[in-house]
């Protein structure tokens, strides 16, 4: 069978199954909606967590970030697994106890203020739609690249799915098609590595892989030669970093605080039965999620060495099939700068900003690019990062329906989180926003309707964000992370263990934190990108970790405000000594 007749088979199957879970699934009340009627299964949970956490960013960008970064992207790796770790144990237990469906919810009622509960769903809306925009985009390569159709036309397809299951099955149907999709994307994402692995090392388990020799008889490990390798190219050493410590430190921490403040993961424990079950969800999720992630490190390098191997120094003319399928969907090009035929690949980049095509054919019959060539770079070849992943199974040769297989993976991870972040847009519109605040008498169906109106408004400024999207899937990842950082983690921090904070001083934190972090992004992002060097740089730290900073600033104005204004009141404090009390946790319910 032909490659696309595969990738259309499987990638169809998948979408059945997921659009069959969320009508088999749907919802009918708004507990069902907002937390699967809170009787998951914590390993079926762990499973579902482990697919909403797995996002486009972790599938495609983040071994793609590791191939082209080296050391430098293990900052992705680090964050995010930590920052499970600290969620797992710090708060999500006391979030269950506290029996809140969400994020505001718990900030609202703790801080006893509307105000900060308004704040708090400004915070969510900002950080959910950063994060939206990075998934929409991978499901917009992946679509453009298997489906052969535009980016544009790739995420309008996948706005039209997660609408379907998301809109319809609410927290229920995106439970079970979460487990579905993890376990589509596990699969997709290990077997190309088995393989890969197997071809380059004799070693078919991708970790064990990474460190092993290389059967090419040099007796070098993968790493050693795919660092003589890089140098001979003109490339730093893959092995060594070129951050300072503390902006590796403060991207770590900014990533695994704001994983801890992230509000569509956190909701996932709501949907479990009772606090215990919390955690033992969370650790089946970190074994589900594990094993991805200790498989990037390997995907990444092997990706690498094998992309040199087929690109550089090879005439353009015997380049194999996937550089023109890849270079045809716009996202790989080359531009013969010294016109001998030969794609050279070097440090720097080919040329300034994404390529754009001039709609004619070169001498070599490449796709003729109309950007003006960087004079200060002698590389030829532009590879979008997010597709190293999805090339891989291309680029090593291997079968068919194995790159059908990592096609399928690939919406997989991008939709399930995309429909998580839904969730939690339409759940703070509805219930934190019109329930909650402007409308406490909305009737039941009125609130489910209102859900559903707000998932729909979320799909279309997601999609929009997908195809005009601000910078690479990843990057624009780790801004959520900061805003998240910076915004609601201290504020929930400090409600569960600091009994006096009080509702001046925790608004008046997570404005601080959330203007100060986004407007140190925005500035170095979109203002003023020639200054975004290390030497403009606050203390020295990039904006993907200022959050830590912005982190800092939150608490240091909350503790002070808090010491100036109304102590916190009785029943507050009662109430806060009550969620860190271990028995009788009591049920998800809303107030």
Request: glycine share 10%; with cysteine.
């Amino acid at each position: 069978m032909e490659t696309q007749t595969l990738i259309y088979l499987f990638v169809g199957a998948s979408f059945a199954l997921y659009i069959g879970i969320a009508i088999w699934s749907r919802a009918g009340s708004t507990k069902e909606f907002y937390v699967a009627g809170g009787g998951v299964n914590p390993v079926v949970n762990g499973m579902a967590t482990a697919a909403d956490w797995m996002s486009a960013a972790s599938f495609l960008s983040m071994a793609g970030l590791i191939a082209f970064m080296g050391y430098d992207a293990s900052v992705y790796l680090m964050g995010w697994t930590g920052g499970y770790v600290m969620l797992a144990l710090l708060l999500a237990p006391y979030l269950r106890k506290f029996g809140q469906f969400t994020v505001p919810d718990f900030i609202g009622t703790r801080y006893y203020s509307n105000a900060a509960r308004v704040v708090a769903v400004i915070c969510l809306i900002f950080i959910s739609f950063t994060y939206i925009a990075g998934q929409m985009r991978g499901v917009g390569i992946v679509f453009s690249q298997f489906l052969q159709v535009e980016i544009t036309m790739g995420v309008i397809i996948g706005m039209g799915i997660v609408f379907i299951y998301a809109v319809m099955g609410g927290m229920k149907g995106i439970t079970y098609t979460q487990v579905a999709q993890y376990c589509v994307l596990i699969f997709a994402y290990l077997v190309p590595a088995f393989f890969i692995s197997f071809m380059l090392t004799d070693n078919p388990i991708p970790q064990l892989g990474l460190g092993s020799a290389i059967n090419d008889g040099s007796g070098m490990s993968v790493l050693q030669k795919l660092d003589n390798t890089l140098v001979e190219l003109g490339f730093n050493q893959y092995t060594a970093g070129s951050k300072s410590t503390i902006d590796m430190f403060c991207i770590t921490m900014a990533l695994m605080v704001g994983t801890a403040g992230l509000p569509h993961v956190i909701v996932r424990f709501f949907t479990v039965p009772k606090a215990s079950d919390a955690r033992k969800s969370a650790g089946w999720a970190l074994i589900f999620i594990a094993l991805l992630y200790t498989t990037a490190p390997a995907v990444g390098a092997f990706g690498m060495y094998n992309l040199l191997n087929k690109v550089d120094d090879v005439a353009y003319t015997d380049v194999e099939p996937f550089f023109t399928s890849w270079e045809d969907a716009g996202l790989y090009a080359w531009q013969d700068k010294n016109g001998d035929g030969v794609m050279q690949y070097r440090p720097g980049t080919a040329f300034e900003g994404q390529p754009e095509f001039t709609g004619e054919t070169g001498p070599s019959g490449e796709r003729v690019v109309a950007n003006a060539p960087n004079a200060d770079s002698e590389n030829e070849v532009y590879v979008d990062r997010d597709t190293l992943v999805l090339a891989n199974p291309e680029i090593a040769g291997l079968p068919a329906w194995v790159i059908a297989l990592m096609a399928a993976g690939g919406l997989a991870a991008a939709l399930s989180t995309a429909a998580g972040l839904l969730l939690v847009i339409s759940s703070s519109v509805s219930h934190d926003l019109l329930k909650s605040t402007f409308k406490p008498d909305i009737s039941a169906k009125g609130e489910l309707l209102a859900a559903r109106l707000a998932a729909t408004a979320a799909i279309l400024v997601a999609g929009y964000l997908g195809i005009y999207p601000p910078g690479w899937v990843a990057q624009v990842v780790a801004f959520a992370f900061g805003l998240a950082a910076s915004s609601l983690f201290p504020a929930i921090f400090m409600g569960i263990f600091f009994k006096s904070m009080n509702k001046e001083g925790a608004i008046a934190g997570m404005v601080t934190g959330l203007v100060f972090t986004f407007g140190y992004i925005f500035y170095f992002k979109l203002i003023n990108p020639a200054a975004n060097v290390a030497d403009n740089w606050l203390l020295g730290i990039s904006p993907e970790g200022i959050g830590v900073i912005g982190m800092l600033l939150n608490f240091a104005v909350a503790i002070a405000v808090a010491s100036f204004t109304a102590k916190t009141p009785v029943e507050i404090r009662k109430l806060v000594d009550s969620i860190r009390v271990p028995r009788g946790a009591g049920d998800a319910h809303a107030h």
